[in-house]
């Protein structure tokens, strides 16, 4: 079967991709739509399912527990050093379904546009989303697009939605946290919150800092795989390490005690946190994630996951302790103690 | 980072630790007001209380630039927001700091006023450059160590005859603070709070140098050893107050020789002296007026002076009625002696502005000290 992609309509000109920006017209249903998902979507996503051109994308499921995960991604700037939003919006659904222990199998796209967006800056991005997904694989199999006037956004806007099968004897939840289990991280803390901020922010300083942007989905495979009983999985998005791990302890139901020098932050992280005030527990990763895991079962996982390209910063950083608080405390290097709290709203410079 | 590092050694701050719980003595107790906010949050960022004695307490002093500024100039500053055709432009902290009635710069914000966060003063110039139908209004606020900064765009909008920058001057002073919180009843007469010694700022201290200090050292008898704003400046700082106040002395001594001078930056304190002048009277949340506390725009510079540009109104605003920001910023209560404190208060619904800035007392012990409450309750419940 020839893709559409191929065809060549002879009534109307190809898109712009040098020049050409998004109009209104690319969302209103008619031919100007139709032209933008066959040169752009149909190309780069293209697979079977969305070459059946239906309004849907139909599958079979083999029966057993799936798991469902859909995240909307803004961000700005659209391109930063380490990824764009369109590999960021693979990784980041995909992170979610894998954090169940799932195989992810499908994806779903749905992009909001601004008129006014260069058709080159979208096509560099429906590509890093394809070349996101194509890699774990996972097709996307479905899709919508919509145009808004311009003011009315912020270039783009993608919300994808993901399925994955979770294995049979795996069960992964953050309320399985138990007094005694260790808690261990991927890597480094703060990448991408701090690769973002400082290609956002026109600071007096620069880096070659990039973002932690990637799909954990092959580190969670061979994880699960080595430890099926790994109690606890989350990824430290928004709100960093801090907001994930008091997620955990308070669905659990249990408190925290953290090392706070076994902790690993990239030296430039941790330099530009000094400078502008802000502490990288609480800085926004997105190829990074939590483990928590029964004492017997860590020094396996640790080594399983230090084996991993993306996991060989891999630690425990502290382990789960009995508290009806649900206080996630840290050890400072210092040899003090302090509460890792939830942040309120964004962090902020301070002035002093 | 090296450099920073070695400022937060732990076996080191064990070992000065362990020196000055040899050298308090323990029939007597220690109350050590740290000034600043930024020792307030090394404080308990890093733990430092945990490895002091129980008889050396710390006390939070008003050193937070956005805790002092009363209620009466941040309704000026919400008004001059929502002013059509002004882009007020303020450091972050400033923000979220909510008016008795909850009204804040963030919400305000929310419902269309052009405010922008900046990280610099110098930020405010080019927002002013880039829009030059607009009015910039700079919410000064700070310290000596932000004052310089705002010196600064000024001298530079004036040379670039930038007419539609202002500023909406709030800074103030420190000495000034000390010596009002010394003079305080609360000290002086009722005995209400007691007061051993100071630590003394670091980064004002950087710009106005360690000279200002001698006179209350002077004429209140109260030793001030200035300090770094890294944990073991701070430890090491409690040890040389311990020992001021062991041996009888109250002198001026400085931790932070790193960076603090005697007689400070001087081609700071001459970009000060070119553009302010001091004002006689200035009103601090918790400390109430204070003579020659602060700082106005000089005449020269009364195009960039918001206070002269835009109507101004002086309004004395209650705080709400059941925050005991004041007394905490005065020294005289502590943020677990606030009824509301961790209930109604929080971080994410801020009734005073100590629960805002990370540097606030309470903002700083609701983040990293409440759990200590819980513990002592948990232990006298057991007994």
Not at chain 1, 87 to 93: A, D, I, K, R
Not at chain 2, 165 to 170: E, Q, R
Request: aromatic letters at 8%.
């Amino acid at each position: 079967m020839q893709s559409s992609a191929n065809k060549k309509h002879a009534y109307t000109r190809t898109l712009d991709f040098k020049t050409g920006c998004v109009e209104m017209m690319h969302g209103s249903g008619g031919r100007a739509m139709a032209q933008l998902i066959d040169q752009l979507f149909m190309t780069a996503f293209d697979n079977d399912f969305l070459r059946q051109m239906n309004d849907q994308a139909s599958f079979t499921s083999s029966g057993g527990r799936m798991v469902m995960a859909t995240d909307s991604h803004v961000i700005t700037p659209l391109f930063f050093p380490g990824g764009d939003i369109g590999c960021l919006s693979v990784h980041g659904t995909i992170n979610d379904v894998v954090m169940a222990g799932a195989k992810p199998l499908y994806l779903s796209a749905g992009f909001i546009l601004e008129e006014g967006l260069p058709l080159g800056d979208l096509k560099r991005i429906v590509e890093s989303m394809a070349a996101a997904a194509r890699v774990i694989p996972v097709p996307i199999i479905t899709g919508d697009t919509k145009v808004v006037e311009r003011g009315s956004g912020d270039g783009v806007f993608i919300t994808t939605t993901g399925i994955g099968m979770i294995p049979e004897n795996v069960f992964i939840s953050s309320e399985r946290a138990k007094p005694g289990d260790n808690i261990l991280i991927s890597g480094t803390i703060g990448d991408h919150g701090i690769a973002v901020m400082l290609a956002r922010e026109d600071f007096a300083f620069q880096s070659s800092l990039e973002s932690d942007t990637a799909s954990l989905h092959d580190l969670v495979s061979v994880m699960v795989e080595a430890v099926p009983g790994i109690h606890v999985l989350r990824d430290p998005t928004r709100g960093g390490v801090a907001a994930a791990l008091n997620e955990i302890a308070q669905q659990s139901g249990t408190g925290m005690m953290l090392f706070e020098e076994r902790i690993p932050v990239k030296p430039a992280v941790s330099a530009a946190c000094e400078f502008l005030g802000f502490d990288p527990m609480y800085v926004a990763n997105e190829g990074k994630l939590i483990a928590v895991c029964a004492p017997e079962d860590t020094d396996k996982l640790l080594d399983t996951m230090r084996a991993h390209p993306l996991g060989c910063n891999a630690a425990v950083i502290g382990e789960i302790i009995a508290d009806s608080h649900s206080f996630v405390q840290m050890k400072t290097r210092f040899g003090g103690t302090h509460v890792v709290d939830w942040l309120s709203g964004d962090q902020l410079p301070r002035i002093c | 980072m090296k450099y920073i590092e070695a400022f937060r050694d732990g076996r080191l701050a064990r070992k000065i630790a362990g020196q000055t719980a040899k050298e308090a003595d323990p029939r007597r107790h220690y109350y050590l007001m740290e000034f600043c906010g930024g020792h307030t949050h090394a404080i308990s960022r890093y733990g430092i209380a945990d490895l002091l004695p129980a008889h050396i307490h710390m006390i939070h002093g008003p050193g937070c630039p956005v805790c002092v500024l009363p209620m009466g100039r941040l309704e000026n500053a919400i008004q001059l927001a929502q002013t059509p055709g002004v882009i007020l432009c303020s450091y972050g902290d400033m923000l979220r700091i909510p008016t008795a009635k909850g009204n804040s710069l963030l919400k305000v914000k929310s419902r269309g006023a052009d405010i922008r966060m900046i990280y610099s003063s110098s930020e405010a110039l080019d927002i002013a450059r880039q829009n030059p139908d607009k009015c910039i209004v700079f919410l000064a606020i700070g310290f000596e160590t932000t004052t310089p900064p705002t010196a600064v765009v000024i001298k530079q909008a004036q040379k670039l005859g930038l007419s539609n920058f202002t500023v909406f001057c709030n800074h103030v002073l420190t000495p000034s603070a000390i010596s009002h919180i010394l003079l305080s009843p609360e000290i002086r007469q009722l005995g209400l709070v007691r007061l051993d010694g100071f630590i003394g700022p670091a980064h004002v201290s950087t710009v106005i140098g360690s000279r200002p200090y001698e006179y209350f050292v002077e004429e209140f008898q109260k030793p001030v050893v200035i300090a770094g704003f890294e944990p073991l400046d701070v430890i090491q700082a409690i040890l040389m107050l311990v020992r001021q106040i062991n041996e009888g002395r109250a002198e001026v001594e400085n931790e932070f020789t790193r960076a603090v001078l005697p007689h400070g930056n001087i081609k700071a304190q001459k970009l000060v002296a070119d553009v302010f002048e001091l004002r006689r009277s200035f009103e601090w949340r918790g400390l109430g007026h204070v003579p020659y506390s602060a700082l106005r725009i000089k005449s020269c510079f009364a195009d960039f002076d918001a206070e002269q540009r835009f109507e101004i109104p002086a309004l004395s605003l209650p705080d709400h009625k059941a925050c005991e920001c004041g007394a905490i910023l005065r020294g005289v209560k502590h943020p677990r002696d606030c009824k509301i404190f961790g209930t109604v208060c929080t971080p994410d619904n801020p009734i005073g502005s100590c629960m805002v800035s990370s540097e606030g007392a309470c903002a700083a012990y609701f983040r990293y000290g409440r759990f200590r409450d819980n513990q002592s309750q948990h232990e006298m419940a057991g007994h």
